[in-house]
Nanobody, 123 residues
Framework: QVQLVESGGGLVQVGGSLRLSCAASGRTFSSYAMGWFRQAPGKEREFVAAISRSGGSTYYADSVKDRFAISRDNAKNMVYLQMNSLKAEDTAVYYC????????????????WGQGTQVTVSS
């Protein structure tokens, strides 16, 4: 089993940057593909980014491509989401998730979820 704890959210102005972190428990972290999702009020949870078990492959939603970067450090059991050029529409609760298989876009493919961290982008 994997436990996930996100951190790094907060209030930032349009055009600013934030770096989200997700700390994972367990000795098998490198066996999981990892993803970041977000959910805004009244909207469904949506895919943001995913990374393969080795970190060699990354995937992004079109809405964040070229602005966000996902990375992981398997030695530290950490996954990160660097968010640049933030927009008001990036405001949401951000969740990290772990998948025993390959990186997935669909939230229901993931096996474990964190509690989320709020990101608010103000104009």
């Amino acid at each position: 089993q994997v436990q996930l704890v996100e951190s790094g959210g907060g209030l930032v102005q349009v055009g600013g940057s934030l770096r989200l972190s997700c700390a994972a428990s367990g000795r098998t972290f490198s066996s999981y593909a990892m993803g970041w999702f977000r959910q805004a009020p009244g909207k469904e949870r949506e895919f943001v980014a995913a990374i393969s078990r080795s970190g060699g492959s990354t995937y992004y939603a079109d809405s964040v491509k070229d602005r966000f970067a996902i990375s992981r450090d398997n030695a530290k059991n950490m996954v990160y989401l660097q968010m640049n050029s933030l927009k008001a529409e990036d405001t949401a609760v951000y969740y990290c998730a772990a998948d025993r298989g390959f990186p997935q876009v669909a939230p229901n493919k993931y096996d474990y979820w964190g509690q989320g961290t709020q990101v608010t982008v103000s104009s």
